[in-house]
């Protein structure tokens, strides 16, 4: 098996950077840009800028059947998602979402059916975004496996992809253990620095502290009730 076309959704710091490394590496015509309406306009007449180059994605309302669709809109947007990659979703095609939380794969199955969904996310990017133009430092990687964790041939292919690609990737031994320390964070430091209005500094003292192992315990009891091993 082999991936040779992608669609991407969503092009925001996270979905341009792995874009603009597959749309290198497999051409212009093998990747797709899903967007309609007034953004498709946009895209096509302003672009978007990666570290100040321009990225030549083929932008399209009408996409075509891909080997894989990358979802990398925010979680508000993805009922909007499902809808506008229908045209890209053929028998074989893989589907992954790159959004935060734990929920988007589930809802993609009840669209798709879990057979077409991997389970991902992206970690460690660093980047800023005004408007069209995106900066980044740190481009992070992206972790992804089967929902039984097996290392299917498709998880195969999609690595090859990604390395090929120069996109750092990881398949761990338990995608839903990482998916949920990933959410832990998210909602331990990132919810608790915007209620404080402060930066991960302001993490470095007592009160603070405690109040993050508060939040991790509530995802912590979550997760297992959910039957994953989160410690």
Request: aromatic share 8%; with cysteine.
């Amino acid at each position: 098996m082999e991936i040779k076309s992608v669609a991407l959704i969503g092009i925001g710091a996270v979905g341009c950077l792995f874009g603009a490394r597959i749309n290198d590496y497999l051409g212009r015509e093998h990747v797709q840009v899903i967007a309609d309406g007034q953004r498709l306009l946009r895209y096509r007449q302003d672009g978007v800028y990666l570290n100040g180059k321009r990225i030549d994605f083929d932008y399209t309302d009408n996409p075509r059947v891909a080997d894989l669709i990358i979802i990398a809109t925010k979680n508000l947007q993805l009922g909007e998602a499902i809808q506008a990659i229908k045209p890209a979703v053929g028998e074989h095609t893989a589907i992954m979402s790159l959004l935060n939380g734990t929920e988007s794969e589930h809802i993609l199955a009840e669209a798709y059916g879990e057979e077409k969904i991997i389970y991902s996310f992206a970690v460690g990017l660093s980047s800023m975004h005004d408007g069209n133009k995106i900066h980044y430092e740190s481009d992070g990687r992206i972790v992804f496996g089967e929902n039984d964790n097996r290392i299917s041939e498709r998880i195969l292919a999609i690595r090859k992809l990604f390395e090929e690609a120069h996109i750092t990737c990881k398949v761990p031994e338990n995608i839903h253990l990482e998916m949920w320390k990933k959410f832990m964070l998210n909602t331990a430091f990132n919810t608790l620095s915007a209620i404080i209005w402060g930066g991960y500094g302001d993490f470095d003292n007592e009160p603070t502290r405690q109040l993050v192992r508060m939040a991790s315990d509530e995802v912590i009891l979550v997760a297992n009730a959910e039957g994953v091993p989160l410690t």
